[in-house]
């Protein structure tokens, strides 16, 4: 499986879940908090890297959800990430049923508050996905 194709699988399970009102695909945070006319909930997906070993490519990623949050409010950052942490739970739940690839079932999930185009509040944590190594057979590369 590509990482193209990967990242394809993460977006299409995001946009069906029903507390996530927009997906977006990154390369880094500055390009994530550049964005604007976001419908929140929303999730951000950061491809890092990829580690290659004799028999698996593991593709690491950050993975971010957040929603719109107000300082004026009591408690609301907690509210907010309570939703996110189920909203991650119901993505683990996904990923334990999802028999393409293997993923690293230890995770450590950080909130964070940020406040550039919009002040957001949520989650972040770490992604490890990894599929066994194999020729393509519609990639041009001699193989014997």
């Known amino acids: 499986m590509t990482l193209n194709k990967i990242i394809d699988e993460l ?7 029903l507390m996530i009102n927009y997906v977006v ?13 976001i ?6 997906i950061q ?5 290659v070993t004799s028999t698996l490519l593991t593709h690491n990623f950050k993975i971010i959800i957040g929603d719109l949050t107000n ?3 009591q408690l609301i950052d907690y509210n907010i990430y309570s939703d996110c942490i189920q909203i991650a739970d ?6 334990e049923n999802n028999f393409s690839y293997d993923w690293d079932k230890n995770t450590t999930i950080d909130n964070f508050t940020d ?3 919009d002040r957001v509040s949520g989650i972040v944590f770490p992604l490890s996905l990894s599929v066994r190594r194999g020729i393509n ?4 590369a001699p193989h014997a």
């Open 71 to 73: 300082p004026n409010i």
């Open 39 to 44: 419908s929140y909930p929303v999730v951000n």
């Open 137 to 140: 057979s519609d990639c041009i």
């Open 11 to 17: 977006k299409v399970y995001f946009e069906s879940h």
């Open 90 to 95: 119901d993505f683990f739940g996904w990923l």
């Open 25 to 37: 695909v990154t390369n880094d945070d500055d390009d994530f908090n550049a964005l604007s006319d």
């Open 115 to 117: 406040s550039n185009v």
């Open 47 to 51: 491809y890092l890297d990829t580690i």
